[in-house]
């Protein structure tokens, strides 16, 4: 394997809440500052004058925006370059334009999380970490997993009983091992504790109020945001629609698509619309505390939990976006639609095309839209009843 390079433009890292820079490191609880103040937020990496996207880079992917990521030399699976789908009857049944779907079920382990598991694992073999470990349901601990294999370095998932057996196989497959905590702020104590007393570097959060994943990971996911600015269909949708747990891919796809605004590529930001399992981040916009832990509960395992962060906010203030709660039996009905397209979406992300008929009920004017499709449906169990 290419051993990982640095990219030279790498300045630094800023914090997203209050702007604070710092040097090149591994900043796994976001900014000290604002941490210390008691306001959990996440850096962003910082980078001297990029090329644009077209000379970026070569081959496919990832690979093609390599001199805008953090490592330019990266282990890769073939992440990246995911079909955008056009959705016609589905368009026509919902009085839109133009509906799509950008189809990151594509990607090497079937969801969005390899083009975080790319970089991160670069990060983790330039600095010599023991293993890495992360918090997951399933996506992320599956590719998380598949990218360590590659690297040959260990790694241990933290997840909770109710894993699916799919996701539990794939990540046993690959040579790492299985934590089992009972509950989401369990499996955070228990990542904390492989970092701070044996080294290893974590690709997800261990803080409760959260921040977000590693930077490093996270910024991996701009290259989300750059294919999506590289469309004539994203540059003419009202709305993005981007399932949404603790927000790492809601920022990296803001992040991409701002930077695009920033070198005149894209004319504006389209509306990013975060699909909320159930009211959370929609509460924090109606204005509670982004700290806080709220009730409740859903079959959308991939979005599940009771917290958000602060970028999901920022990413959301940012593109003028709003949050949508989706009701789980639609989601159920609109996972069948999805399939009935040819295109069986894990649950998480199927509620995606909830949240626009969501939408569309309050806001006619919406023609055009674009879902993230953030994962197959393949390692789902099979029907809950
Ligand atoms: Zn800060």
Redesign the pocket.
Known sequence: MTAPLLNPRLTGFA??????TYPVADYLE??????AQG?P?S?AAQFDTLPPLARAGTGHGLQRFADRLGYTCFPSLGEGDTPLLPLHRLATELDLDALHIKCESANPTGSHKDRMSAQFIARALDIGAPGVVAASSGNAGASLAAYAAAAGLACTIVSMPAMPGPWRRAIEMAGASIHIEPDSLSRWRHVRELVRERGWLPATNYLNPPVGSHPFGVDGYKTLGYELAESEACIAADVIIVPTARGDLLWGIYRGLQEQVDEKRLGSLPRLVAVDPFARLSRVLAGDDYRANFAGSSPLVSINGPTVTYQSVAALEGSHGLAVAVDADQAIADQVRLALEGLYLELSSAASLSALRVLKSHDRSIRRAVLVGTSSGYKEETRRA
Not at 15 to 20: D, E, S, T
Not at 30 to 35: F, Y
Request: hydrophobic share 45%; aromatic share 6%.
């Open positions: 914090c997203i809440r209050c702007a604070a976001g900014c000290p500052s604002c941490l306001f937020a850096v």
